[in-house]
């Protein structure tokens, strides 16, 4: 039997486990303590149980906008009950997956891994397929790599030998930098025609995921954390269920974007976002720094006005004793409501940044809650670049993050937090937990419901994900938080590359890239550095209260360019493929209905001209009063050339189809 749902095609015969039309991979694999893989491997991939599996029920529900699939089916053997619950939005080429299993048996049984979804993939040969995966590093996040998939998956032959194969591609991700260093999203792309199989991973912890090659074809299996990978284990009792990690499938870029506007809580809202810290006050805001930067920042048309790192500091060594955010009395004689308060009468809305998760290991507040407040290993509190870290499963440390988010909404009126994280406590604790992975889940779980409590208690306020940059941006947080940090990075001659390739795995709308003009630098680089910012949430620093009055008008007039485009109604697109670390020229568009919006980067000893897959009528969008570069429109192609320069230099265009 053949269940049509989407665009997916899933049998459910009886005598088979579920598995997509036309292929033999389960759409269910679980490992556990003495029941592993019928053919030994290293994948998961025909594990015992996966196979056993057998279709018990099929439900489909509608909840609101959202298309509901419930595929239960059980193991025999163990009694073990497995439900797959699929969900999509309405009109969008992708769905959800989670994987819920529940010990119906008379014994406990210790679970090792369970996929939140496995698939094969009908029609393409390995052989045509390339692979697109994603690397990241602080100040080197979204560096992404195509490559043929029969490169990391040799052809082997399977059927001549008569078995599957053992080995897969695997990428992993450990500790809580969930995009720290390897990206959780990821696609295979049929080169002959084109179709291509788009995925995420939706967890703000460990993950997995894997291809390879059976015999009937290539599969695909996604995973939070495992045993093998991230010393994760889980005992459940009889009744007990344990439910994974959301993972998500689409078709195409335009559906994962779509459907990635589908999870967010709400809309995300677009202010023009002004933080003093880039390349400017650098964690040591004072009342005589920050008033006349206020005053620049409102003329050059900013919405909110965030303090950065040093706010709650009363020595100049801070690093290792935050956890009280109580405001400096030295930065601030008069208070910090001084400062906030010339935010507000500017009409800007004043935002604080925080750190919560994190205990300074001098503050007084490590002395004030327990042990069991904390991430632990063999009785020990985790300590990583002198800071505890929170387990946020404890209610004292919920308490004590209440306080400190209420307190400063309601007694200093923050209307905006960026909410940073700039440690990685590694594999998780063992308080009360069966494994230090399971503990870690329990956290990461933990803190996101904490988030949605804060934006239940406060649903105005505006919250920015950071971490080090975009060392945890992925989309169970981001599906909660406005807008998302996608680097550190100082360098505005390095920053176009992350900039660039940042929506692939990051909504327009989300993605805040750091634009930081400066009074040192020419016109062509102030433009560089907005331009940089303004395909996405631009995120404004700089010392523009140092500016020439044609300084800051050219920075104005970036603000105000940036507010013609419509991000939330955005697809991205990469008319010259997706950037490499060093290219010479760069370009991202973002495709709005009938209109694009094309950035373009070039460095210095690039060639004069380039020519893009694009057509239409071309305006430019910004800067309009700096020496403008010639274009020449071709059928479906575009060349751009610019005036001889060795300066870096940019522009967006607006081109109408």
């Not at 595929?71 to 497995?82: E, N, P, W």
């Not at 690397?135 to 059927?159: C, D, H, K, M």
């Not at 559906?255 to 809309?267: D, E, F, Q, Y």
């Not at 940044?353 to 009785?379: H, M, N, T």
Request: proline share 7%; glycine share 10%; net charge negative.
């Amino acid at each position: 039997m053949t269940l049509e749902w989407g665009n997916l095609a899933i049998d459910t015969s009886g005598d088979a486990p579920a598995r997509l039309h036309g292929t033999g991979q389960p759409l269910v694999e679980i490992l556990i303590a003495g029941e592993g893989r019928d053919h030994v491997s290293r994948r998961f991939s025909e594990t015992s149980v996966g196979r056993r599996l057998r279709v018990t029920g099929v439900a489909e529900t509608r909840d609101g906008s959202w298309h509901e699939l419930r595929l239960d089916q059980r193991d025999g053997r163990t009694g073990l009950a497995v439900r797959l619950q699929l969900r999509r939005a309405a009109e969008t080429a992708a769905f959800q997956a989670r994987t819920t299993v529940t010990n119906d048996g008379p014994d406990p049984i210790l679970l090792l891994g369970v996929t939140s979804l496995a698939a094969g993939l009908s029609g393409p040969a390995a052989g045509d397929l390339d692979l697109l995966t994603g690397a990241s590093e602080w100040l080197g996040e979204g560096r992404w790599t195509r490559r043929p998939l029969r490169e990391v998956i040799p052809g082997l032959n399977l059927r001549l030998h008569g078995q599957d194969g053992r080995g897969c591609h695997t990428v992993t991700s450990s500790g809580t930098w969930s995009t720290g260093a390897r990206l959780p999203t990821g696609a295979l792309i049929d080169r002959i025609t084109g179709r291509s199989w788009w995925w995420q991973i939706e967890h703000n912890g460990p993950w997995r995921y894997e291809t390879g090659e059976r015999r009937d074809g290539v599969y695909l299996a996604l995973l939070g954390p495992t045993d093998a990978d991230h010393q994760w284990q889980q005992w459940l009792a009889p009744g007990e269920s344990f439910t994974t990690v959301p993972v998500s499938v689409a078709e195409s870029v335009a559906a994962l974007t779509a459907h990635r506007r589908a999870l967010l809580r709400t809309p995300a809202t677009l202010p023009v976002v002004f933080n003093d810290y880039m390349n400017t006050l650098m964690g040591d805001p004072t009342t005589e720094k920050l008033l006349p930067l206020i005053d620049a920042a409102a003329t050059a048309g900013a919405d909110v006005f965030c303090v950065d790192a040093g706010w709650y500091d009363n020595d100049a060594d801070w690093w290792d004793s935050v956890g009280e955010w109580q405001p400096s009395q030295t930065r601030f004689p008069r208070g910090l409501e001084e400062v906030l308060g010339r935010i507000r009468d500017h009409g800007l809305t004043p935002g604080l940044w925080l750190e919560p998760e994190v205990i300074g290991v001098r503050s007084p507040v490590a002395d004030k809650l327990p042990d069991a407040a904390f991430l632990q290993r063999g009785g020990a509190r985790v300590v990583e670049h002198g800071r505890y870290h929170l387990d946020l499963r404890h209610p004292a440390a919920v308490a004590h993050l209440d306080e400190v988010v209420d307190r400063l909404v309601e007694q200093l009126g923050a209307g905006y937090f960026k909410l940073d994280y700039n440690i990685d406590p590694g594999t998780g604790t063992d308080v009360d937990a069966d494994s230090p992975g399971a503990g870690l889940l329990g956290h990461n779980r933990a803190h996101l419901d904490w988030l949605d409590r804060v934006r239940d208690r406060h649903p105005g306020l505006i919250l920015e994900n950071c971490a080090s940059g975009a060392m945890r941006a992925d989309y169970a947080l981001l599906s909660r938080m406005h807008l998302q940090s996608t680097s550190d990075q100082q360098d505005f001659r390095l920053y176009p590359p992350i900039a660039v390739a940042a929506p692939l795995s990051i909504l327009p709308e989300q993605a805040a890239s750091w634009a930081y003009p400066q009074p040192e630098m020419t016109d062509e680089e102030i433009a560089y550095t907005m331009c940089t910012g303004m395909l996405g949430r631009l995120y404004l620093s700089g010392r523009l209260d140092r500016m020439s009055a044609g300084q800051l008008e050219l920075v104005r007039d970036g603000v105000l360019a940036h507010r013609e485009i419509d991000l939330r109604g955005a697809v991205p697109v990469w008319p010259l493929e997706l950037p490499g670390w060093d290219d010479p020229w760069l370009s991202l568009g973002l495709r709005v209905a009938d209109t694009t919006y094309l950035g373009l980067w070039r460095r210095p000893g690039a060639p004069e001209s380039t020519t893009l897959p694009v057509d239409g009528e071309v305006e430019v969008l910004y800067p309009r009063r700096l020496p403008p570069w010639t274009y020449a429109r071709e059928a479906n192609a575009l060349t751009v050339t610019v005036p001889r320069t060795a300066s870096y230099t940019a522009r967006i265009f607006k081109i109408r189809h």
